[in-house]
């Protein structure tokens, strides 16, 4: 400790409170937070940062090795996981390409997939970028206006990307782009109208400089508050942009272009061999066209796959297998108490049955087990005997088929009590 009249070597303040180093230097409080944190923030930008400094031909992930990892995190989809590894591996050789005389130029390739709501989209996205270590970011697609009116403007996506990472434009530069919800955004019809469509066709007008590759001046701290600052030019010719949406109804565009394309004789044939359970995996860029996107995105998105609906066996999987399941969570959560959870086999096929009632893909299997789970959560900590006590032996507590249908029916009576 120091003496009364001592002041801090760095910031120069009187303080009683300092602490003494090499040399008699000293150091109070507020300068040793403020150096922790300058020190925590420097590492985190270090390991944000190395994974596009980093990337070269050599140590490239091959389509094989994107897919497998991709495989830990998210089940089934295994159509469009190749897609989606081929494209962003031919997109960052196109980045890594050294330069050459021949005239070939490589050019951007940006990604849309289709399917219903909980089967990966957002997650093979956000997976393919944790594995390359590159900027990354979700941006909806519902908030986007048409310039000049109420809401955010196309350049936002570019504003958030720079921010993770860290505003250092190369490495921006190099990132990737989910646009979620691009089928909110489709025209909303062919028939003229007094108002404008400035969330619809006004907004594809937008995107078009940005998914085929221009510099953007981009407004860091959004344009509408602060029309003084400096803009910020990036260039998007090397940001990968990966669109995905539910596009809810598509099915029925596909099955009548099916249906117009099967004449003569040989249709009853033709007819049979479609598989009506699956219609999107017939999906084609006219059937987005029929949707309401415009001609000239569609262009710019020149990779389109889908995802096929999971089934009763791919949600089973969903809620234990991948890396990151959610049974696998609340394991590790309870671990930290001391106790070791366990999932029988009837429990897990009832939260599985419960899923596909609702529609709700894999993000039903997460509603369903935190709605089971949040008594046990909260009780299990302090051991107050609130659950079930046959349930917890030993520091072992086993979530049955009897337990997971009270807590459902638990949770659904308070709902309604809650709505009364």
Known sequence: MAKKNDRCSFCGREMTQLYSGLDGALICPECIESGHRMVQESIAKQVRGNGVDNLSLDNLPKPQDIKAFLDLYVIGQDEAKKYLSVAVYNHYKRILQPKSEDGVEIEKSNIVMVGSTGTGKTLMARTIAKMLKVPFTIVDATVLTEAGYVGEDVESLLVRLLQEADYNLPKAEKGIVFIDEIDKIARKGDNPSITRDVSGEGVQQGLLKLLEGSVVNVPPQGGRKHPDQEFIHVNTQNILFICGGAFDGIEKKIAQRLNTQVVGFAAAEKTQRIDKKNVLKYIAPQDLKSFGLIPEIIGRLPILTYLEPLDRAALRRILTEPKNAITKQY??????????????????????????????????????????????????????????????????????????????????????????
Do not use: C, W
């Open 331 to 420: 394991q590790k959560l309870l671990a930290m108490d001391g106790v070791r959870l366990v999932f029988d086999d009837e429990a897990l096929d009832y939260i599985v049955d419960k899923a596909i009632e609702f529609r709700l893909g894999a993000r039903g299997l997460r509603s369903l087990t935190e709605s089971i789970m949040m008594d046990v959560m909260y009780a299990v900590p302090g051991h107050d005997g609130s659950v079930d006590a046959q349930l917890l032996n030993d520091g072992v507590f086993t979530v049955t088929k009897n337990f997971a249908q009270q807590q459902l029916a638990k949770a659904d009576a308070l709902r309604l009590q809650n709505a009364v």
